[in-house]
């Protein structure tokens, strides 16, 4: 049996042939290593974002993520529900904090969760995969894994906004959280304290409707990991890692710029410190390649 | 008579209420005590600014300026960061709310009918409801394709690019466009999501008729 187990709430874009499937991966190899186990919670359903809110409205949006904890509870009772995104993360929280706090919400959600066959009798915990690898393991057990430290690479740690607002994780601050200059650390690689764009929004989903806007912040927050000198940025985050990474080639275009900067997640630097392949950590997946980690997986392992 | 014209009717002179009553977390509107902490932590507002961030939103409603602010593309700008709301010093959920009126000023028709994330917003939602998962694929077309053809396919020149660099690393699968990721059970996820619609149209209506 494995050291810990959870109901896994993967997302729609860690799908396979989606824009984060490489987080998946890396999660995949990383969870293995660390003797994790994570079951798909069966036929889940998409959060619906934030960006959903137009035509969302409150019910619906609450409804469309209690059938995620509805079918959790029926498939794999007692375990707590964990997500590699931000947006399920805090969109399953969210749904989980205000039907908890109103006894209306509650009773409309059953009602409406009826319709599909389904019921929630006892609240799941939602947690993120970094809340797991904190908080369920911690940092010594993480390090206990590493048998090929990053050594010499400096790397920008990225949160971005919604692993770190509104709820974030225990005991950091909103403004300077200090986990993932941590995880740089215990992977043996060099993080920047003194990154200032470390809790900037990317734009989230105007990369998409408005880009000129998005692209403005995206510009800052890759601008000032080259002035620290960073040799790529990591993130825990799906939409963070696509909107810094797969515009840079626009902003190059709008501001003269030639950025050309890795963008990585946290689970990918592990799977690469723990003496996985390129492939176990999914590197082939990054539209700008990180040729540093690759060489660096491409090296014997020191046991 | 229109849903507008209908509740336009009913809140007269009371634009607060209506606030409060029909826009998902509105009642905290009257809390605001204007210190403009969430339009100086507000991303969009520092790079291009809004019409009214949020502070100005929330003195407008008490001031009874129910056109401008139903019909602003202000609220629309919000990137959903959340720093507005850790930030507040009243405790405030402004991302909330600032999606609460949007959402409110596209119900009733009143929304700036081309903006393009009220169009973005509108699109995820069906796209992630439909199959009860989201097509990255399809909703970035919709995008595209949203003033039209020609428009589309020049749309889609300026992002081939970014599409071939995501389709190299397998981060984007052209054959999502003939069917793609999807939940089994979709007909229960319909019925579901229209229950739901049934109950929050009925409380909204009898806040109304209260």
Not at chain 1, 45 to 62: D, V
Not at chain 1, 252 to 278: C, D, E, H, W
Not at chain 2, 111 to 130: C, D, E, I, V, Y
Not at chain 2, 141 to 153: E, H, N, Q, S, V
Request: charged fraction near 25%.
């Amino acid at each position: 049996m494995a050291k810990h187990e959870y109901a896994f709430y993967p997302g729609c874009s860690s799908q396979k042939g989606a824009s984060a499937s490489n987080y998946l991966t890396s999660v995949e190899s990383m969870c293995k290593t660390l003797d994790v186990k994570l079951t798909e919670i069966p036929d889940w359903n998409c959060c619906g974002a934030s960006i959903g809110y137009a035509e969302a409205g409150e019910l619906p949006r609450h409804v469309l993520n209690a059938r995620n904890f509805a079918l959790s509870e029926q498939n794999l009772p007692g375990q707590e529900i964990v997500a590699t995104c931000a947006a399920c993360w805090l969109g399953a929280r969210e749904t989980r904090e205000r039907l908890t706090h109103s006894d209306t919400l509650m009773a409309d959600t059953r009602e409406a969760l009826k319709e599909a066959g389904l019921t929630i009798n006892e609240m799941p915990e939602i947690r993120h995969m970094v809340e797991v690898l904190i908080e369920d393991l911690g940092f010594d057990e993480m390090a206990k894994h590493v048998v090929r430290p990053l050594e010499g690479v400096k790397i920008a740690g990225y949160v971005g906004c919604q692993t770190n607002r509104p709820f974030g994780v225990a005991g950091e601050s909103f403004e300077n959280p200090q986990y993932l200059d941590k995880m740089v650390e215990m992977v043996g690689a060099e993080p920047i304290p003194e990154y200032e764009q470390k809790v900037t929004c990317c734009g989230g989903a105007l990369a998409f409707s408005e880009p000129e806007k998005a692209q403005a912040q995206i510009k800052d927050i890759v601008e000032s990991a080259y002035d620290h000198g960073a040799e790529m940025i990591v993130t825990p985050c799906p939409l963070c890692q696509a909107n810094v990474e797969i515009y840079q080639g626009q902003i190059n275009q709008r501001y003269g710029t030639k950025f050309n900067i890795p963008v990585m997640y946290y689970s990918q630097l592990m799977v690469v410190a723990y003496g996985g392949s390129a492939k176990d950590a999914a590197l082939n997946g990054q539209v700008i390649k990180a040729r540093r980690l690759e060489e660096i997986a491409a090296k014997p392992v020191k046991r | 008579m229109s849903a507008n014209t209908a509740l336009a009717e009913k809140y007269r002179n009371n634009f607060l209420k209506e606030i409060e009553e029909q826009v998902e977390m509105g009642d905290w509107v009257k809390m605001c005590m204007q210190c403009g902490v969430c339009s100086g932590s507000c991303p969009t507002n520092f790079q291009s600014a809004w019409e009214h961030p949020p502070q100005e939103l929330f003195m407008m409603i008490r001031a009874g300026k129910r056109e401008e602010v139903l019909t602003t593309t202000s609220m629309w700008n919000c990137t959903s960061c959340y720093n507005c709301i850790v930030r507040c010093p009243r405790k405030l959920p402004i991302t909330h709310i600032m999606h609460g009126i949007a959402e409110y000023a596209h119900r009733i028709g009143k929304a700036p009918k081309m903006q393009a994330t009220r169009f973005f917003s509108g699109l995820f939602w069906k796209n992630a409801t439909r199959t009860g998962r989201v097509n990255e694929l399809k909703l970035s077309m919709g995008l595209y394709f949203k003033d039209g053809l020609g428009a589309g396919i020049k749309e889609g020149m300026k992002m081939k690019d970014v599409a071939l660099g995501l389709m190299k690393a397998k981060r984007l699968n052209p054959f999502e466009l003939f069917g793609g990721h999807k939940c089994k059970d979709q007909k229960g996820i319909q019925a579901m999501l229209k229950k739901a619609y049934e109950i929050e149209r009925s409380r909204k209506a009898a806040k109304m008729a209260g």
